[in-house]
């Protein structure tokens, strides 16, 4: 996995896509932690599930359908007060979205196994074939000369690209409004 804020940067770029300008608060933070939940399965690991296993560490959680799950129930559960069926539809994908960047940023990790990204249809696990992001090791402690190099390799392959994706999107705006 990249480190856990990375996936929340990337979701808050995600969710810089989306076309309304104003947004609830709930929708940035539902974007934050459901684009962290899918790594909830590494306390699988502390229970004696091996890793590879469909609910082992980057396995079911990682998956396409689980992360259309949660955007579902997002929709359904926290955005239930919003009256437009199309909006509360769009946060939805939105949410599901900021999910699926989880799986997909950890298939360009340059280590641990692949992703389940099929499960529960499919036991397969995938990367990409080009994988610039070095993985950051379970339980690692980011203050040696590896987690440095995590973040390094995080902040350019990663936080970058979401920055320039945040700054278009208000430029485009900017533009737009004049
Ligand atoms: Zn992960």
Not at 139 to 157: H, K, M
Request: glycine share 8%; hydrophobic share 55%.
């Amino acid at each position: 996995m990249p480190t856990i804020f990375t996936h929340a940067v990337c979701a808050t770029a995600i969710g810089h896509l989306y076309p309304a300008r104003r947004l609830p608060r709930r929708f940035w933070v539902l974007m934050a932690l459901c684009s962290m939940l899918p790594d909830a399965d590494v306390l699988g690991l502390f229970f004696g599930i091996p890793y590879g296993h469909l609910l082992g560490h980057r396995g079911l959680t990682h998956s396409l359908a689980f992360a259309a799950t949660v955007g579902l129930l997002c929709a359904v559960l926290a955005f239930r007060d919003v009256r437009s069926r199309v909006n509360r539809a769009a946060l939805g994908c939105f949410i599901a979205a900021a999910t699926a960047s989880h799986p997909l940023l950890d298939a360009l990790t340059d280590g641990g196994l692949g992703v389940a990204l099929f499960a529960p249809f499919s036991a397969g696990r995938y990367f990409f074939p080009w994988r610039p992001i070095e993985v950051s090791p379970i339980g690692a402690d980011f203050f040696g000369a590896r987690g440095a190099a995590v973040l390094a390799s995080e902040f350019d392959w990663v936080w970058l690209p979401s920055g320039a994706l945040v700054l278009a999107v208000w430029v485009y705006r900017f533009v737009r409004s004049r």
